[in-house]
């Protein structure tokens, strides 16, 4: 059984801080990795994928893997009240085209 | 229409009824995906359809069918709703190529949030 594991949260920031959220996969062979914001009522969108090794920055976000360890991470930096959301980690393992999901850490970040 | 479209937007059925949920994309996506979220279970895959005139069975697919006639549709019916199927649905695709990653990507529907009762 294939597996994405998260803290389900809260966690919670202030205003300014650096949010780190974790999550955890059980494939060795899992190939690409993906982080999703999900507002509460709305769909899940894409914040940013990673495939190699390292870190990877889009604005204010970096996603970082590291597949010996078997984790990927997502920072959050100056964070706002408006990323406050449920973060959702979603790995692709395997030849399908399928992701397999966590269940999503929800962040609050407090003005 | 830019993405993804879903319809209805939230529908109450009772149960026994039968009822399709639509979903449309612009995007010329190859694969196509249903999911189901509920609290607690995260997102469930339904069914999948990795281009038309293909479809497969996802975590969850007791209950629902899907059938992939062209590109674009990729509709979700439920033969005869039950309680256990209120849930808010997620329709997503995944584009047919590009840099590595990108055709792993899913993008999501606004979703339909459906009450049995």
């Known amino acids: 059984q294939k597996e994405v594991e998260q803290n389900s949260g809260p966690l919670s920031v202030p205003e300014g801080a650096i949010a780190s959220l974790n999550c955890t996969y059980s494939?060795?062979?899992?190939?690409?990795f993906f982080w999703y914001r999900q507002y509460s009522g709305k769909s899940p969108e894409l914040i940013m994928f990673?495939?190699s090794n390292g870190d990877k920055e889009d604005g204010r976000f970096t996603a970082q893997l590291n597949k010996a360890s078997q984790y990927v991470s997502l920072l959050i930096r100056d964070s706002q009240p408006s990323d406050s959301a449920t973060y959702l980690c979603?790995?692709?393992?395997?030849?399908?085209?399928?992701?397999?999901w966590g269940l999503g850490t929800s962040l609050a970040v407090n003005p | 229409i830019a993405g993804i479209t879903q319809a209805p937007t939230s529908q109450i059925l009772a149960a026994g009824r039968r009822m399709t949920l639509r979903c449309t994309q612009d995007m010329r996506h190859n694969a196509m995906y249903w999911y189901r979220q509920d609290l607690g279970l995260g997102l469930r895959l339904i069914h999948y359809s990795n281009t038309a005139g293909t479809t497969g069975k996802g975590e969850v697919p007791d209950g629902y069918s899907v059938s992939r006639a062209n590109t674009d549709d990729f509709p979700l019916t439920l033969a005869s709703a039950v309680p256990s199927q209120t849930s808010v649905y997620f329709c997503a695709s995944s584009p047919t190529g590009g840099p590595a990653g990108t055709w792993d990507t899913q993008y999501f529907g606004p979703g339909t949030r459906l009450t049995v009762l």
């Open positions: 494939d060795r062979g899992s190939q690409s």
């Open positions: 979603a790995v692709k393992a395997g030849n399908n085209r399928k992701l397999i």
């Open positions: 990673i495939y």
